[in-house]
Structures are given as C-alpha cells and as structure tokens.
C-alpha cells in the first residue's frame, strides 16, 4: 500500500458518523444530526464545518426562529459532487468510477486494451477518460463504459477544474503496492499526473485488496471479517477486518494465491512452486486445457464454455476444486473469517465450481472448526475500481 501526498488535515474521527446521518435523504439541521448520531452539536458542528469547505456538503436554507437569534442552517449533502475516484489498472482493461460522499456511483468507464500495452501509452489512456469523464461531469451529464478499445493519443495532465469536493484518488494494481522503491514502479509515472491533474493525494494498492474492501462493505455488515479469494490473471486474496483492510506487516495480508496446494507442483511466479495460483488462475486453467487438447484462446471462451458445461473441461476443473478447497481449508482455519467471497473467471458465470468447493471443504475442516459460508461475489468487473475510490473515502485511523 502507498499513499502520496496528504490532505490539509486529516478527516475528523466522527465524519462517518455524520455522513451516515444523511442516507435517508432530505435535509438535516446540526441538531437533528446530534440526535440520531448521539453526538455533541460542536462535534457535529466541527465535521459539518470542514465539509461544507470542501464542497460535499452545502447549506440549503435555514429554519427562522423568531425570538431565538440566529435562523438555523439546513444543509444536505451534495450527490452530484464527485468525492472519490476509483482507477483500476486490470489486465487488458481500465475501469474508472466516479462516486459521491455517499459512496454512490456517479459515472463509470471501462476501457478495453491490448495487453502488451506500454505503461507510457497506457497513462495516456487513463488521461483521457479521465479527462472524458471531467468534461461529462462539468455538462452535468452521466457518462458510460466506452470498450471500445482504441488507444488514446497523447493527453496533457493539466489540472483539472474540478470542485474541491475531491478528497483523493485510489489506484488499484496487479502486483504489490508495498514497494521499496516506489519510484521504480511502472505505475508511478500515472501517480505523478494524477497529482498534476487534481492536487490530491494518490492511494495505490493491490487491485484484488481494493475489490475486497468493496465487497466486504457491499455485503452489508461492517462489523464482520471477510476473506476475498480473486482468480483471474494471477490469484490474490485478501482480508478485510471490521470495515478495514488487513494490510499485515507488509501489506501481504490474506495472500492466499500464494499459498501450496500441490507438491511438488509448478513453479510459480512468486518463486515458490505448487502455490494456488499455479491451478486456479485462468492462464493455468487454459494451459492445463490446452495439454488435454482443449484450446481456449481468451478468457471469455472459458466462460462460454463453463456456462455450457463442456464435458472436457471437468478433469481440470475437479483440479482447480480440489485445490481451492485446499487452500481455503488452510486460510480460514488462521484467518477464522465469517464468509469467503470467490470472484474470478471460473466463479462469476455461475455457482457450479462453488458447488463442488464447499463439500471438499466441509471433508477436510474437522469437527472442531466450524464451516466458514463460502459466497460468489456480489459485484461486477468495476469492484476494483469501486473499492479503490471507496478506500478513499473511509481512510484507516
């Protein structure tokens, strides 16, 4: 996890709170919110006062009482402001939200790419639905996912004109964000345009980290533990503990992709041989394939072939099953989460994979670990790029 730059001051330890005062809508005075937050009015003063400065929440009139000194200010939260930005940097493709104080999407795009793509020209294209989706917001109109996957022309970073509202930036990528030498990154070229362009701060991590923030808020109750198991290019996991992440000590937390599920098995990327990545990923999935004599040329011709139930593809499935169930069996007897979530190639098109997990699982638990509920996602293909604008907008204290 990196962080650069920093707000002027740090966000008050009760501003969720107050924000949360206002999901019902309509429009709230500082006494209402004292009443339902069970906060003292200068705390609820306080936050509102660094709010309305930054723009994500405006007075909208004001209560006269007569006799009684000053009108009392009404005040709402702004839900056109775009508060947070979400780019997530997938393999092939660039997604981007736009979300509000309230964590509600404004505006999304997707934008497909070769792979080989450079990271020079791939700045180039976040730059420019970037600069897109500004435009859009600036004509007060909602923007849509544009695929169409022709690579942008060159993009001066010049700053933006948009509202202080913004409170930052989250940029999710493939790899770790943990780095010693930042600086180094492939990344860190887009880092320093992102500053240029809007004078906030830039949060990198790990794109599987940002769509497990996402999908652990997205299942409703904060207050719980969840392990997010991701299986697309590379197989990542993470944990999300009482609405934050787990980082670890070295921000490594909850990597389950890199945990052995077969010996000796076959050498990983990480260095190490046998890990769950070397299986369940969709490159390995298409290689063990292709050595049946099984060619599937992209990722969507798995699905296609998942969604058909293609009798050839069950040996190398019950592979990928049996090793998942390995390696969950292994996570959530030290992690003790209260679900796992699954998303990836082989998960999103339906729950069958899921259905042959959970028995193998529930074997090889034991009588004294309870059996943890296994879940597919809840999300779509923008999870990354929602969770990496959503870290933003509930920063760790």
């Known amino acids: 996890m990196s962080t650069t730059g920093s707000l002027p001051t740090p966000a008050h330890p009760r501003e969720a709170e107050v924000i949360n005062a206002f999901r019902g809508g309509g429009t709230l005075t500082r006494a209402l919110i004292a009443e339902s937050t069970g906060l003292s009015r200068s705390t609820v003063s306080a936050v509102l006062t660094r709010l309305v400065e930054e723009g994500a929440v405006e007075v909208v009139g004001h209560d006269e009482q007569p006799g009684r000194g000053r009108p009392t200010e009404r005040v709402a939260i702004d839900r056109t402001a775009v508060r947070a930005i979400g780019i997530d940097l997938a393999h092939g493709a660039v997604r981007i939200v736009h979300l509000n104080t309230l964590g509600e999407v404004l505006a999304s795009r997707e934008q497909t790419h070769d792979e080989g793509l450079g990271a020079a020209r791939r700045r180039q294209l976040v730059l420019r639905m970037l600069a897109e989706l500004d435009a859009a917001d600036a004509a007060g109109g909602a923007d849509g996912a544009d695929g169409s996957g022709e690579p942008a022309g060159p993009v001066e970073p010049g700053r933006s ?237």
Do not use: K
């Not at 600086?183 to 980290?209: C, I, K, M, Q, S």
């Not at 011709?301 to 390995?326: C, F, H, K, S, Y």
């Open 161 to 397: 004109t948009r509202r202080t509202a913004l409170r930052g930036v989250g940029l999710g990528i493939s790899g770790p964000a943990a780095l010693t030498r930042p600086e180094r990154a492939p990344w860190h070229g887009l880092v320093e345009a992102l500053e240029a362009r809007y004078g906030v701060p830039v949060h990198v991590d790990n794109t599987t980290r940002c769509a497990a923030f996402a999908e652990h808020l997205a299942a409703g109750d904060g207050h719980r533990i969840t392990l997010h198991v991701r299986c697309y290019q590379g197989v990542g996991g993470a944990v999300v503990r009482d609405g934050a992440l787990d980082l670890g000590a070295d921000g490594m937390a909850g990597e389950i992709g890199h945990l052995p599920v077969e010996i000796p098995g076959m050498a990983c990327r990480c260095g190490r041989s046998g890990c769950l990545e070397t299986v369940a990923s969709t490159p390995a999935v298409l290689a063990a394939l292709r050595s049946h004599g099984v060619v599937l040329r992209s990722p969507s011709a798995l699905r296609d072939a998942l969604a058909e139930d293609a009798p050839q593809l069950r040996g190398v499935l019950d592979r990928v099953a049996r090793a998942t169930a390995r390696a969950l069996v292994l996570a959530t007897t030290i992690v003790d989460p209260d679900e796992v979530i699954l998303t990836g190639d082989l998960f999103d098109a339906d729950d069958r994979l899921l259905e042959t997990i959970r028995p193998l699982v529930g074997e090889s638990v034991g009588e004294r670990f309870p059996l943890i509920p296994l879940e597919r996602g809840r999300l779509d293909a923008f999870a990354g790029a929602t969770g990496a604008a959503l870290v933003v907008l509930h920063p760790r204290t």
